[in-house]
Structure formats: structure tokens, C-alpha cells
Nanobody
């Protein structure tokens, strides 16, 4: 069993920055991918960024160049640095862990970009 706990969401003005954190605990295998998804009201959940255990990253086109995903392997924590935030980035952001077995999800953290 795996638990994912997100933090770092909040209200920020357009052009501002936020850093999300997701701490994983439990049975975590060496080979895995951690990532961030988001879901805006009335829209489907979409992938934002992901990072493998080898440090290979991938980004959605809408955030490339503005968001950076990283991980601390010793702490089993993944981060999402979000810069140049736009109102369309407003959503609930979810942490995700993919490894052998079921996918795991965090409870979500709200990010609101508004003036």
C-alpha cells in the first residue's frame, strides 16, 4: 500500500510561482514513475508532468518551459515548480505513482491563479 500526500497549493496572481510537493510512503518499488495531473472544473483530468526513477521527464505542451518536475529519491518526494502561472492553470493538482500493481493517487491540492 502507498500513501501520497500533496502540499503547496494556493492562490497566486498571474505570472506568479508555486511549488507543489508530494511525499510518498509505504511500499515503493525501485522502478516507478511519479507525476502530476490536474483537473479543472468541467474538464477531464490531464497529465501535467512525470518523472521516472531514472530521472527521465515528460511535460504537457501547455506547461513545457514553465513547469519543472523533480524528485528527491531519498525522501520519496516529487516536486512541481510552477512559474509564469496563467489563469488557465487553475485546477486541482493530483500526485500519481505508477509501479507494478495499481496506480496510486493523492487527495489533490487546489491551485488558483487569479488577480
Amino acid at each position: 500500500q502507498v500513501q501520497l500526500v500533496e502540499s503547496g497549493g494556493g492562490l497566486v496572481q498571474p505570472g506568479g510561482s508555486l511549488r507543489l510537493s508530494c511525499a510518498a510512503s509505504g511500499t515503493i518499488f525501485r522502478i516507478n514513475t511519479m507525476g502530476w495531473y490536474r483537473q479543472a472544473p468541467g474538464k477531464q483530468r490531464e497529465s501535467v508532468a512525470r518523472i521516472s526513477n531514472l530521472g527521465i521527464t515528460g511535460y504537457a505542451a501547455s506547461v513545457k518551459g514553465r513547469f519543472t518536475i523533480s524528485r528527491d529519491y531519498a525522501k520519496n518526494t516529487v516536486y512541481l515548480q510552477m512559474n509564469s502561472l496563467k489563469p488557465e492553470d487553475t485546477a486541482v493538482y493530483y500526485c500519481n505513482l505508477i509501479q507494478s500493481g495499481p496506480d496510486y493517487w493523492g487527495q489533490g491540492t487546489q491551485v488558483t491563479v487569479s488577480s
